[in-house]
């Protein structure tokens, strides 16, 4: 039997923040779409599900950057140097309203959604990245999720994106993320283990599926 599949997790703050845009605003885009009318303020200047979903692949591309960025830093004689390097693509990155569509009227209203919830976001994140492990997946969820990572094929590493919503919900993007709308009241991980499984399963199966239809 082949090796489990192995993963990281973390929060997305940018990522996080295009899901507040959607529960603020009402936009409902699959699997996103279980939260309340809202204002529909952005969708009045452009926002619809596409440039949603294509903003949100540009902030998954981000991630893919910063997490290849901080693998392959050499840290040079003076760290400090590595840390300004690392700094400023997180600087460039973490502008999300940046990379939505050139749709400037859009552009300009994230922007200052982005500002009105920068704090909240980074105090939920820090608050998210000091809970402790066991009450972010218990040994017993975590066993339960290796066992059933073990012998899928066809994901060599699955990068987990955490972001909040009020369902749990899992949206992959191939070959190998999955973002994951975690709700408040899972202490413990039950529901975030079955969310990391699915998302795993899903991207494996993509991944079948792109090897079948290959010459």
Request: aromatic share 6%; with cysteine; hydrophobic share 45%.
């Amino acid at each position: 039997m082949s090796a489990a599949i192995s993963w990281t997790a973390d929060v997305s703050l940018p990522l996080d923040f295009a899901v507040r845009v959607l529960e603020r605003d009402g936009l409902r885009v699959r699997p996103f779409d279980i939260h309340a009318e809202g204002d529909g303020s952005v969708r009045a200047l452009g926002l619809d599900a596409e440039s949603w979903t294509a903003w949100v692949r540009a902030l998954v591309g981000g991630e893919r950057v910063l997490t290849s960025a901080a693998a392959a830093l050499e840290i040079p004689l003076r760290p400090s140097i590595a840390a300004d390097r690392l700094a400023d693509k997180v600087r460039d990155y973490e502008d999300p309203w940046t990379k939505f569509p050139d749709i400037k009227a859009v552009r300009d209203r994230l922007a200052d959604l982005w500002s009105e919830n920068r704090a909240e976001g980074m105090r939920w994140r820090h608050a998210y990245m000091m809970t402790r492990q066991h009450d972010l997946l218990a040994p017993e969820h975590h066993r339960r999720l290796s066992r059933a990572l073990q012998g899928l094929g066809g994901v060599p590493h699955l990068s987990v994106l955490v972001v909040r919503y009020s369902s749990p919900v899992v949206m992959v993007f191939p070959p190998d993320v999955c973002v994951v709308g975690r709700v408040e009241h899972d202490r413990g991980g039950r529901a975030y283990s079955e969310q990391i499984e699915t998302g795993a399963r899903a991207l494996a199966a993509q991944d079948a599926g792109a090897d079948r239809k290959a010459p």
